[in-house]
């Protein structure tokens, strides 16, 4: 793998799987009453975000918080050179205090891509302008793997605004790396001149497309789209590109709903479509933190299985919650292979528990 | 005096050019001149020296990345013996006070002459024509008037300017790019600017002002020229507007001539420019149409920016970049090493050409007796990885640092002074 994630093209068909598989594997501690591993201990996981989004933040706060990772939370709205200090600036700050991984929210497509050029931690990308947002697309593939098994030859139609939709570009990325089918929908002024070039399909009829869904991901649109004559009228999108229940009931019975959040109830979504037991909507939110768990292992930690393997001197790290005098971890920051160790530890507590 | 010993003007046999009193004297076989200077010549090519139609020299206002001085410096290590400052400084050369100012900077730093280019529009805002006659008329004797870095979009306004510089024989240089199709804009919009997700830059931008203002020009018979043609669509509006027989010139950066959108995939903003960096087929199409003349010249579209205003993220940087240093070989390496152009070819789109639109009557002539001595020698055997550190320019934004490109410019005479010998500015 990569040292950095940066784009869903930076992932192997191995590097996706290993990182779904260990993600469903932590998934088992998250129904622990300590949902702590000692991992990261002693690693420091800068959450940058120079752009708002306290879903996105607090899920990446979460995952490394359960890895025993220290997380200092940076936020810095507006990042040009004119709004104070820059983006280089910035990362050489991060550098002098040692961040061993860099979560980086940017509303300038590229910018994870600049800062791994002046920082030495890896870098993950939750989002950058309009170009990518990879984890996202790693737990939708992971959500729709739990619901519907393996990827391979399944149907994904993505609906919305794909012009200015990172989540799009990077879902049509993996999930053609996981070998599924994906179709994107949406009017053709909300489709980049070039999309031909992409892995996918592309239809501008809602309706001709939803009987051979097995998945319908929705796209939030922006209602600013409207005055920038993208289409009409909000109402006239609903019409033609909206999820609602004459549309529902159109899939195929196994078939589910994804969005990415957050969802504008009514436009793209109808509220009895995002609450239906189709719906994974919730579920996306919960299996972000396991996801952002496994990339942050995988990208910090090392290669060892996070959970499982020979037993050793008991759970005890894991039983005190993460406590700092226990544990091989601790002491050797940067070791992975004892990384590996505490992982197992925690892992034998996990299953004595499960017993 | 200098004696050029064994020169190979315009490529061809070995000759030697005698220089005295600002003025080619003697060109031939085995010249003996006891007085002057020997310039061993041997395995050079002698060209007329290089006139860039468009230049950024910064000054007055951005002289943190850019001067007079450090910027006609960097014209002539590249060859060069004339360029157009354009006019978007601070304050904007739209009066005959800051022209003058640039033009007087010019003479005083000696390295090439300046020919400051006036706005069309006061202060760039693309709303009231800016005093074209009062330009024209001052010491700088303004010949080319554009508002490069901004289209002039207003279609009346556009055809005003054209029609009231024929009063002067002025020629209306256009930054051909309709604002609201661009609104935004980052790089090209094509492949590339999809899968990045930058807001692209649309071909169509660039054509549908230049169909225009080609059928404005020919409606009010002025004279127009098009600022860095970027792209194979706008190649082709050209060569119809041409074949009209309407007064139609046109130019092409090195740049454009040599690299593609693909870089942006780095977000490196040293890729960063206006017009964008276009797709392979453009590139063939520009080399071909500067090849058989539809596109008249070369023009550097030098645009020195300071460190910082590169190193950030792609969206905030600013566009541009240097060009002066670099061009003769980007040209050797996309024409010459190509087979598109030979070195009489060369010198005509890189100096007689541009010198004739400018309307320079000491610039751009046939290294022959009794012309003035501008010329410069370059080295076609020369081969080097091109070094930022090594430019003389105050700034570093080049594309092309680590590239290995064709030829060194060894000297550079002008009006028979050298300004440049043994490849080091004097």
């Given at each position: 793998m990569k040292r950095h994630l940066i784009s869903a093209a930076d992932l192997t068909r191995d590097d996706a799987l290993l990182i779904l598989d260990t993600a469903e594997e932590l998934s088992r501690i998250a129904d622990r009453p300590i949902k702590k591993l000692p991992?990261?201990?002693?690693?420091?996981?800068?959450?940058?975000?120079?752009?708002?989004?306290?879903?996105?933040?607090?899920?990446?706060?979460?995952?490394?918080?359960?890895?025993?990772?220290?997380?200092?939370?940076?936020?810095?709205?507006?990042s040009s050179v004119s709004k104070g200090e820059s983006l280089k600036d910035t990362a050489l700050t991060l550098e002098a205090m040692g961040a061993d991984g860099v979560v980086i929210r940017h509303n300038a497509s590229g910018a994870p891509h600049r800062l791994?050029?002046?920082?030495?931690?890896?870098?993950?990308?939750?989002?950058?302008?309009?170009?990518?947002?990879?984890?996202?697309?790693?737990?939708?593939a992971y959500t729709m793997r739990r619901r519907l098994g393996d990827l391979d030859g399944r149907r994904v139609t993505i609906v919305g605004d794909i012009l200015h939709s990172r989540v799009a570009r990077s879902n049509v990325l993996l999930l053609n790396t996981l070998g599924a089918d994906v179709t994107l929908v949406a009017p053709p002024t909300l489709f980049p001149v070039a999309v031909d070039t992409w892995p996918c399909e592309v239809a501008y009829d809602f309706d001709a497309v939803l009987p051979k869904s097995d998945v319908v991901m929705m796209l939030r649109v922006q209602q600013e789209r409207m005055s920038d004559a993208f289409f009409p009228t909000v109402r006239e999108y609903s019409r033609r590109y909206g999820l609602d229940?004459?549309?529902?009931?159109?899939?195929?019975?196994?078939?589910?709903?994804?969005?990415?959040?957050?969802?504008?109830?009514?436009?793209?979504?109808?509220?009895?479509?995002?609450?239906?037991?189709?719906?994974?909507?919730?579920?996306?939110?919960?299996?972000?933190?396991?996801?952002r768990m496994a990339v942050l292992y995988l990208l910090l930690g090392g290669s060892e299985p996070a959970i499982g393997g020979a037993a050793r001197d008991g759970g005890d790290a894991a039983r005190d919650g993460g406590d700092v005098s226990r544990g091989g971890a601790i002491r050797d920051r940067g070791d992975v292979s004892r990384g590996g160790d505490a992982i197992r530890n925690g892992g034998d507590a996990s299953r004595r528990e499960d017993a | 005096m200098f004696l050029i010993k064994g020169a190979r003007i315009l490529g061809g046999a070995p000759a030697d050019i005698l220089l005295r009193d600002g003025v080619v004297a003697e060109v031939g076989a085995g010249l003996t001149a006891p007085e002057a200077t020997v310039v061993e010549a041997d395995?050079?090519?002698?060209?007329?020296?290089?006139?860039?139609?468009?230049?950024?020299?910064?000054?007055?206002?951005?002289?943190?990345?850019?001067?007079?001085?450090?910027?006609?410096?960097?014209?002539?290590?590249?060859?060069?013996?004339a360029v157009h400052a354009m006019a978007n400084t601070e304050p904007v050369a739209d009066t005959a006070g800051v022209v003058e100012q640039v033009w007087r900077l010019g003479r005083e730093a000696g390295h090439c002459d300046v020919h400051p280019v006036g706005a069309v529009t006061r202060g760039l805002e693309g709303e009231r024509l800016a005093e074209l006659g009062a330009m024209a008329d001052s010491a700088a004797r303004v010949?080319?008037?554009?508002?490069?870095?901004?289209?002039?979009?207003?279609?009346?306004?556009?055809?005003?300017?054209?029609?009231?510089?024929k009063a002067f024989d002025g020629v209306v240089a256009q930054h051909a790019q309709e604002p609201r199709l661009t609104e935004h804009a980052q790089m090209n919009e094509g492949e590339v600017s999809g899968r990045l997700g930058l807001a692209g830059w649309p071909a169509v931008a660039e054509e549908a002002i230049i169909a225009r203002d080609c059928l404005l020009?020919?409606?009010?018979?002025?004279?127009?020229?098009?600022?860095?043609?970027?792209?194979?669509?706008?190649?082709?509006?050209?060569?119809?507007?041409?074949?009209?027989?309407?007064?139609?010139?046109?130019?092409v950066t090195p740049h454009h001539l040599l690299l593609t959108d693909e870089l942006a995939e780095t977000y490196d903003p040293v890729y960063k420019v206006n017009p964008p960096l276009r797709t392979k087929a453009d590139v063939e199409a520009l080399r071909e149409a500067l090849a058989d003349g539809t596109i008249d010249c070369v023009a550097t579209d030098h645009a020195p920016h300071p460190a910082e205003a590169?190193?950030?993220?792609?969206?905030?940087?600013?566009?541009?970049?240097?060009?002066?240093e670099t061009a003769l070989s980007v040209v050797h390496e996309a024409m010459v090493e190509t087979g598109l152009l030979d070195w009489a070819g060369v010198a005509d789109r890189m100096s007689a050409r541009p010198a004739r639109i400018g309307r320079l009557t000491g610039q751009g002539r046939?290294?022959?007796?009794?012309?003035?001595?501008?010329?410069?020698?370059?080295?076609?055997?020369?081969?080097?990885?091109?070094?930022?550190?090594?430019?003389?320019?105050?700034?570093?934004?080049?594309?092309?640092?680590?590239?290995?490109?064709?030829?060194r410019v060894h000297a550079t005479f002008l009006r028979g002074r050298p300004t440049v010998l043994e490849g080091k500015v004097i």
């Open positions: 991992t990261l201990r002693g690693r420091t996981v800068v959450n940058l975000f120079f752009e708002d989004s306290t879903r996105t933040r607090i899920s990446f706060e979460a995952a490394a918080k359960r890895l025993s990772a220290d997380v200092i939370n940076f936020s810095a709205k507006g791994a050029g002046w920082v030495r931690g890896s870098v993950v990308n939750a989002g950058d302008g309009t170009h990518e947002h990879p984890t996202q697309a790693l737990l939708d229940a004459r549309r529902l009931s159109a899939l195929p019975e196994h078939a589910i709903v994804m969005h990415p959040g957050p969802m504008n109830r009514g436009v793209e979504i109808a509220a009895e479509v995002a609450d239906s037991p189709r719906s994974t909507i919730v579920e996306q939110v919960a299996n972000g933190v396991t996801v | 395995g050079l090519i002698a060209l007329p020296g290089l006139v860039d139609l468009h230049t950024h020299l910064r000054e007055p206002g951005r002289e943190d990345a850019e001067t007079v001085e450090s910027g006609t410096r960097a014209a002539a290590a590249g060859g060069y013996t010949r080319v008037f554009s508002d490069d870095g901004h289209c002039v979009s207003d279609a009346v306004l556009m055809r005003r300017a054209l029609e009231y510089v020009a020919a409606h009010v018979g002025s004279r127009l020229h098009v600022c860095h043609v970027s792209t194979a669509g706008s190649v082709e509006i050209l060569r119809w507007a041409k074949s009209k027989g309407w007064q139609v010139t046109a130019e590169k190193e950030t993220e792609w969206a905030p940087a600013a566009m541009g970049m240097i060009g002066l046939p290294i022959e007796v009794g012309a003035p001595a501008n010329l410069t020698l370059y080295d076609p055997a020369a081969r080097t990885a091109v070094d930022p550190a090594a430019f003389v320019s105050k700034s570093r934004n080049t594309p092309f640092a680590g590239l290995e490109l064709p030829g």
